[in-house]
T-cell receptor, first 114, second 110 residues
C-alpha cells in the first residue's frame, strides 16, 4: 500500500541553525501539507501546497518557514533559523483531491532544538 | 474559529468491552470529519473519513457516526483488544484545513 515517507526520523540541531525536513508524498497525490505537534499538544496545521504554490498557511507559518517541491517526488519544509519553541514532531501529509478527501500522514520527524 | 474537543481525555477498559469515543466541533460548516489513530511517538493512521453528507462509516470493528447539525461525532469500537491501545484523534476539514482535537488515550487491559 502506498505511504508517505519522511526523513530524517529524528533531528537534533542548535538554536539558530537551518533545518530541512523531507517528505515523499504518495505518488499520484496532488495536495501536500505540513503539520506539527508539540509534545502533549494538539496537531496543528502549518501549510498546504498545490500546483507548486502555497494554497493556505497558518499564523505559525511565518517568514522563517518555507516549503518547496524541488522535484517530482520530494516535498520539503525548511526552517531558516530554528528556535527552542520549534521543537516538535513535524508531519507531512498528502491527499488526492484536497480538503474533501482523506489525508494520509507520514511517520513524522522529531525535531529537537537545543 | 473551529474548535474540536474530545472526551474523555483518557479511557481504560477491559479487553472485549465495546466503547465509544466522543468528538465535538463548534462550526458545523465542515467538508468531512476524519478519525485517526496515533501510537506513542508515531505518525497518524487514518481510520475513517465521513463526508459531511454522510451519517456513518464502518471499517471492521470501527463505526463512526456524524451529526453535523449538532457538531458531534462518535467512534464506536466493538470487542476491544489490547492492540487497540493508542490515542484516537478526531479532525474536521472545512473552511480551514484539518483542525484536530487533543485526542482520547485508550488503554485496553488484557
Amino acid at each position: 500500500e502506498p505511504e508517505v515517507t519522511q526523513t530524517p526520523s529524528h533531528q537534533v540541531t542548535q538554536m539558530g541553525q537551518e533545518v530541512i525536513l523531507r517528505c515523499v508524498p504518495i505518488s499520484n497525490h496532488l495536495y501536500f501539507y505540513w503539520y506539527r505537534q508539540i509534545l502533549g499538544q494538539k496537531v496543528e496545521f502549518l501549510v498546504s501546497f498545490y500546483n507548486n504554490e502555497i494554497s493556505e498557511k497558518s499564523e505559525i507559518f511565518d517568514d522563517q518557514f518555507s516549503v518547496e517541491r524541488p522535484d517530482g517526488s520530494n516535498f520539503t519544509l525548511k526552517i531558516r533559523s530554528t528556535k527552542l519553541e520549534d521543537s516538535a514532531m513535524y508531519f507531512c501529509a498528502s491527499s488526492s483531491q484536497g480538503a474533501s478527501e482523506t489525508q494520509y500522514f507520514g511517520p513524522g520527524t522529531r525535531l529537537l532544538v537545543l | 474559529k473551529q474548535e474540536v474537543t474530545q472526551i474523555p481525555a483518557a479511557l481504560s477498559v477491559p479487553e472485549g468491552e465495546n466503547l465509544v469515543l466522543n468528538c465535538s466541533f463548534t462550526d458545523s460548516a465542515i467538508y468531512n470529519l476524519q478519525w485517526f489513530r496515533q501510537d506513542p511517538g508515531k505518525g497518524l493512521t487514518s481510520l475513517l473519513l465521513i463526508q459531511s453528507s454522510q451519517r456513518e462509516q464502518t471499517s471492521g470493528r470501527l463505526n463512526a457516526s456524524l451529526d453535523k447539525s449538532s457538531g458531534r461525532s462518535t467512534l464506536y469500537i466493538a470487542a476491544s483488544q489490547p492492540g487497540d491501545s493508542a490515542t484516537y484523534l478526531c479532525a474536521v476539514s472545512g473552511n480551514t484545513p484539518l483542525v484536530f482535537g487533543k485526542g482520547t488515550r485508550l488503554s485496553v487491559i488484557a
